[in-house]
């Protein structure tokens, strides 16, 4: 009697887990069928370098980020390998994940040279929402016109609790690579015109540097009042890129009119004019 009260303990949580499974699968039809997402994109994953543009020599940090929000599990665990060009690549080294539970990967570095990293972390407990799992930082050495060819690809993945296989509910892993070439060290300090000039509510500004240097990107009215620093940090040279949202350092907007930009680096000064309209 023992033995099958026991048995029929293990088939019913064997059975609750099969209900889950199709609550699941239930919840991704409802999904598909207003047209929302595909089931196999349920979890989105990004391996994006921070920077945007390479220059030879640059150091670039990619973070690794497994977004849940789109289903009631949790992650629970995953095993996962990370490969890239390492002619255009060198691998400087790693920093665990931020979100909580896992801050412990397993990771082997043992085929780095050949543009390889395995790793694999493990929480009982789950996490939800934007999972920050790990993130690379490499140099730049390929030559000019080559693409970095990061790739990302999971093994195993499960759920916390229910250990429900989400292996199916991960979609392509967007890395922003796909037309991401190095680009020659800039031969000169250059501010750009700002994109879109007139604009609303947002716009770009770009600028080169040629050399590592403390750069200063400051935002001011019509009357010379600074509004916003965007930048305030040593950068090493290549080609960057920064958005203005229209707001002052709180957050605020700011009314329309003719506002100055301007970029101090080193000995080098340069401003230019844009319009913010409504």
């Not at 999904?31 to 979890?43: R, T």
């Not at 090493?236 to 301007?262: F, H, K, S």
Request: proline content about 5%; aromatic content about 8%.
């Amino acid at each position: 009697m023992r033995m099958i009260k026991k048995e029929q303990r293990c088939y019913k949580g064997a059975k609750k887990m099969n209900e889950r499974q199709v609550i699941l699968r239930l919840i991704c039809v409802i999904i598909l069928m207003v047209g929302i997402c595909h089931a196999s994109s349920m979890i989105q994953v990004t391996a994006t370098p921070l920077e945007g543009r390479l220059t030879e020599g640059q150091l670039i940090t990619v973070p690794i980020e497994v977004n849940m929000s789109n289903l009631p599990e949790l992650l629970g665990s995953y095993t996962a390998v990370l490969s890239w060009n390492a002619k255009v690549l060198s691998f400087s080294g790693y920093c665990a994940g931020s979100t909580d539970g896992f801050d412990s990967p397993v990771v082997n570095s043992g085929e780095v040279n050949s543009g390889r990293l395995i790793f694999a972390a493990a929480n009982p407990l789950g996490a939800h929402g934007v999972v920050n799992i790990l993130t690379v930082s490499f140099k730049v050495a390929g030559a000019v016109g080559s693409n970095p060819e990061i790739d990302l690809r999971f093994s195993a993945m499960a759920a916390a609790k229910t250990f429900t296989d989400l292996l199916q509910y991960v979609g392509q892993v967007q890395t922003g690579v796909e037309n991401l070439l190095v680009e020659e060290i800039p031969d000169e300090y250059r501010l750009k015109p700002n994109y879109p000039n007139p604009f609303n509510p947002s716009t770009q500004i770009g600028y080169e540097l040629p050399e590592e240097v403390h750069v200063q990107l400051v935002i001011y009215n019509s009357v010379g009042q600074e509004i916003r620093r965007l930048v305030d940090e040593k950068s090493g040279p290549g080609v960057y890129q920064v958005t203005w949202n229209g707001c002052d350092e709180l957050g605020r907007p700011m009314p329309a009119g003719i506002y100055i930009y301007r970029l101090i680096a080193d000995d080098f000064s340069a401003k230019q004019k844009m319009l913010l309209v409504k």
